[in-house]
Each structure stands twice: as structure tokens, then as C-alpha cells.
């Protein structure tokens, strides 16, 4: 009986020792539950139609937020963001302000008409307080020696409604010309022909009627809408400063609102353009002058967003923090097309979802990690790494001193051009700038464990596409802290609504998020903290 005891003893001794001087081994295992179809799983709803594409502060980002927490509270991760109710949560929330419209109609008589979609602005027009004014119709608003629309007609202090290009014949030629080939009252040139020409008559504000058909209306509305906001940057501050009012404030108008602003029938429009069509004679005097409310208010527009975070804490050294770290957010939709950013950077969120799972599951088998993990999902990388800019400038959660690397997963589901078709490479950047261990820890892991190709083709300073500085792990690098950017490189779908779930390559995403996991775990496990020994560009 005493010999069984000590050989029990012995053999559970032994077993101990084993398991914790083999941590490759348990690299390995709990790197094996990371998998090609956990990860189309979760990417399945984080790229999904349902999501819009999870604009920065979108509903979209919000649900897409929802779930990556209800995940890491499913793995049993900690929430570890202060609250205003004193408690704890996974969302970090902050507020971003953009630059836009925050009130814009054209109020006839009591109806509003909608912003980008019965009408919309030529540019960034500015109307801070709601202005009455008077409109007057001046059919094209051609003046030359062969045609003109301002005969017996005052514009002076008026708005003016005016038909988009120059008229025809019945035959379809240009009646300036006489023939199929335009005049230079078309296009932008002939548009601002138009409008000095109104201007030297006192007009304050233009209505340009588009020639296109409802349908073709509505789809330009909503790419100018795209368009413009593309200038609307957002920032951390608000303005202090109103904008200004726009000098010859200028909307495009559908044929159908240019009759209600007119007080006609659409029918009646349609006849005043067909009778210049047919006779050649402006009738702009036949349409009686009428009064519309308009208002395009300017400023920043708050918007609220949040980052995602979930603590696994460690052991022995559990005051250093890894993180591991990707975005969620993607640019939304736009021109009516819903950008569902498979790729760009679903694939790096999901794979922080299933590396956590398996560090959460060698946790709660006894084989956690001796430093503490955060994962982090990030908003804002698409308007210019703002969210992780928020976490290390603003409001680190975990103190920066105390933050030992960024792992930070960008884009690893797909094949570029310059590889294509061999699938087994990943770009690595950043890995040697800061820290020589890091580096060759992330050589060494890949060697043993996983063997692609390290391409450290943008990781060249030299690099014109500078990719170092356009991904998340940047703001933790900027504090010094030794980072990594994983990525397999820019394809045809960047940035466009084909980036889709169906055009992942599954096995490779699945073994570039084993490699992440490989390199946090040796990172976290060793017995000195990595040093930051490297100053490179």
C-alpha cells in the first residue's frame, strides 16, 4: 500500500512538473480549438447584411459590439471598464464629434422636404438659420443673342429655379448649337456660366432641376451623400467655432419638387420644358414667383461609439498585460450598397474571439497564462484609428507602463496579387521596431509551429503604402509599446461591397490566428518580460 501511495505521489508529481515544463504542448492543444469553422461561424453575423456594414457609431457597430461582449462575458473574461453607476463593463464609450448637417430641410409651405433625398447640396453649403426667401423660375438660365431666360423677369433678393443643361429640338440637337454637339452652357463650366450670370442680377441662392428620372434622383442623392461625408472627418473635439453661411448656397432638386416648390403640377412643368423643346422660346415668365423656408445647418454632430474589451487575468505576473487587438468597425453603406468588410477587418475581430476562447479554456483547465490578456476590439479605425487613439491617449484601462506588446490582427482572410495563388505567407510589420525579442520570438513561434512565409515587404520604411502607420497597433507603438500587425495584403475587394464572407480562405485565416496565438502565449508565458531594445522607423 505505501509503495502504490508513493508511486501515486511520484507519478502525480511527475505529471505536474511535465505539463508545466511543457508549455508547447499546451500551446499546441489549446491552439488546435481555434478553427476554420469557428471562425466562419462567428464572421457569418459579424459580416452579415444585418449589420450594414458597422459604420463607426452605426446601429450596425452597435449590434456588432453586442455580440463580441456577450462572447467574452460567455468565456467567463472580465469586465474591467469603469462605469457611471460605479460598476464594470465591457464597452469603453466615448464620443466622437463629425462634421455634418445637423438640420437641413426646404419647408414648403408647411411640409418638409427630405435632406439627400428630395433634394441635395452642390457641396458643403451652409445655412445656419432657416431663411424665407422668394423663387423665381428662369427655365435654364441661359441669357445669349439667340436665346434668353431672364427676359421681364427679377431675381434680385430671390432664390432661383433653374432646368440642368441647355434646351433641345425635338430631334434631340442642341438648339444653341444647331446640332448634336453641346454648348458651354453644359456641364460644371456652363453651370457656373449660369450662375454669374444670375449673381450679376442680384440672385442669392440656386435650385438646379435635375434632368434625371425619379429613380435616377434618388440614386444620385444618396452617392452625393456618400461623397460629401467623406469630408466630414470626425475628431474627439468640438468645434468652438459655428460655421459660417455659405456664400451662393446651391441644391439639385427633382423635376417633381421643382413643380411643389413652384406651386404647380407636375404636369404643368413637364409642359413648361417640353414648350421650350418645341418652340425654342424660354418660358420662364409663365411660372409665378413663390416663397420656400430653407435651412442647412453646419457643425459637429456628436457621435457615440465604444471599444470592446474583455481582461483574462493571469498568474504570477499577471501586471503585464498582453493585448491582442483588431478592429470591428468598416465603412458602412453607401451609393444604397452595403459594405460588409469580410475581410477588412471582420476577419481580425473573429480571430480575436477565438483566441480568446482558447486562452480562456487553457484557463479554466489550469494551464492559464502567467501575464494578463486583454482583447480588444477597436471602433473608429475607418475615420482614423480613433479607437485605439481613445484607449492609449486618452483612457488606457490598463496602465500603458504596464503593457507589454500589441498583437493587432488586420485583414488576414484573403490573398493579395503579388502571392497569389500560394496561400501560406502572411505580412508581418512592425514585429522588429521596437523589440528584438519580439521579433525573433515571432520567428521562432512560426518555425516551430505554423511555417508560412514572413513577408516583410511593408514593413520597409521605405514602403510608399507606409501600412506601419495605418492600423491600430500604430498608437500603441507611438508609447513605445513592441507591436505586431498581422495582414495578408490589399485586394480587389478593398473597400468595396464584394468584401464578402464567401471570399474567405478559411484554412489559411485559421492558421495566421493560431500563429497570433502561439506568439501571445510564448509572450506571455516567459520568464523575463520582453524588452523594448529597438528604435527603427
Not at 101 to 111: E, H, P, Q, R
Not at 334 to 352: F, K, L, R
Not at 399 to 423: F, T, W, Y
Not at 518 to 526: D, F, G, L, S, Y
Request: aromatic residues 10%; glycine residues 6%; neutral net charge.
Amino acid at each position: 500500500m505505501k509503495k502504490r501511495l508513493l508511486a501515486f505521489i511520484f507519478f502525480s508529481s511527475y505529471t505536474f512538473v511535465n505539463a508545466q515544463s511543457n508549455p508547447q504542448e499546451k500551446s499546441v492543444q489549446y491552439a488546435a480549438t481555434i478553427s476554420a469553422d469557428d471562425l466562419k461561424r462567428h464572421l457569418t453575423y459579424i459580416a452579415s447584411d444585418s449589420l450594414e456594414g458597422r459604420d463607426t457609431g452605426s446601429k450596425g457597430q452597435r449590434k456588432a459590439a453586442d455580440y463580441i461582449a456577450k462572447h467574452f462575458a460567455d468565456l467567463g473574461l472580465q469586465a474591467i471598464v469603469p462605469n457611471a453607476n460605479g460598476e464594470k463593463g465591457y464597452f469603453q464609450f466615448f464620443n466622437l464629434y463629425r462634421k455634418g448637417w445637423k438640420d437641413a430641410y426646404i419647408k414648403i409651405g408647411n411640409k418638409k422636404k427630405e435632406f439627400f433625398k428630395d433634394y441635395y447640396p452642390n457641396g458643403l453649403t451652409s445655412i445656419p438659420k432657416e431663411e424665407s426667401v422668394k423663387v423665381a423660375f428662369v427655365g435654364y438660365g441661359i441669357e445669349s443673342d439667340t436665346y434668353n431666360d431672364y427676359k421681364d423677369i427679377d431675381v434680385k433678393d430671390k432664390a432661383i429655379i433653374m432646368l440642368e443643361g441647355e434646351p433641345k429640338d425635338k430631334e434631340g440637337k442642341y438648339r444653341l448649337t444647331k446640332a448634336g454637339e453641346k454648348s458651354d452652357w453644359e456641364d460644371k463650366t456652363g453651370l457656373q456660366k449660369k450662375m454669374n450670370i444670375a449673381l450679376n442680377k442680384g440672385a442669392k441662392m440656386f435650385f438646379v432641376v435635375s434632368a434625371s428620372d425619379a429613380s435616377e434622383f434618388k440614386s444620385l442623392a444618396a452617392e452625393r451623400k456618400v461623397v460629401l461625408s467623406r469630408f466630414n472627418r470626425m475628431s474627439f473635439t468640438e468645434s468652438p467655432t459655428p460655421e459660417q453661411a455659405s456664400s451662393n448656397p446651391t441644391f439639385y432638386i427633382s423635376k417633381e419638387m421643382a413643380a411643389e416648390m413652384l406651386a404647380i403640377k407636375p404636369k404643368k412643368m413637364a409642359k413648361l420644358v417640353d414648350k421650350i423643346t418645341s418652340t425654342g422660346v424660354s418660358t420662364a415668365a409663365s411660372a409665378k414667383e413663390s416663397t420656400v423656408s430653407v435651412k442647412a445647418e453646419r457643425g459637429e454632430v456628436p457621435i457615440e461609439t465604444q471599444n470592446v474589451l474583455g481582461f483574462l487575468e493571469g498568474t504570477d505576473k499577471k501586471d503585464e498585460v498582453v493585448l491582442i487587438t483588431a478592429h470591428y468597425d468598416h465603412v458602412g453603406v453607401q451609393n444604397g450598397q452595403i459594405y460588409n468588410g469580410a475581410d477588412d477587418d471582420g476577419s481580425g475581430t473573429c480571430a480575436v474571439l477565438e483566441i480568446a476562447e482558447a486562452f480562456a479554456k487553457a484557463k479554466k483547465e489550469g494551464a492559464g497564462p502567467r501575464r494578463s490578456i486583454l482583447f480588444m476590439t477597436v471602433t473608429g479605425e475607418e475615420k482614423g484609428l480613433l479607437g485605439s487613439q481613445y484607449y492609449t491617449d486618452k483612457n488606457p484601462i490598463i496602465p500603458i507602463s504596464n503593457s507589454v506588446c500589441d498583437l493587432n490582427i488586420d485583414m488576414i482572410g484573403r490573398i493579395d496579387k503579388e502571392h497569389a495563388p500560394r496561400q501560406d505567407y502572411v505580412y508581418l510589420i512592425g514585429s522588429d521596431k521596437l523589440s528584438s525579442e519580439l521579433h525573433k520570438i515571432s520567428e521562432e513561434t512560426n518555425n516551430k509551429f505554423i511555417n508560412y512565409q514572413l513577408d516583410y515587404t511593408y514593413n520597409d520604411p521605405k514602403d510608399p503604402n507606409r501600412f506601419y502607420y495605418r492600423s491600430d497597433h500604430y498608437n500603441f507603438a507611438k508609447h513605445k509599446i513592441p507591436v505586431i500587425f498581422y495582414f495578408t495584403g490589399v485586394h480587389e475587394d478593398y473597400h468595396r461591397p464584394g468584401d464578402d464572407v464567401e471570399k474567405i480562405l478559411f484554412p489559411k485565416y485559421q492558421q495566421i490566428a493560431r500563429l497570433v496565438f502561439h506568439t501571445a502565449w510564448e509572450v506571455a508565458n516567459r520568464e523575463e518580460r520582453i524588452k523594448v531594445d529597438s528604435n527603427k522607423p
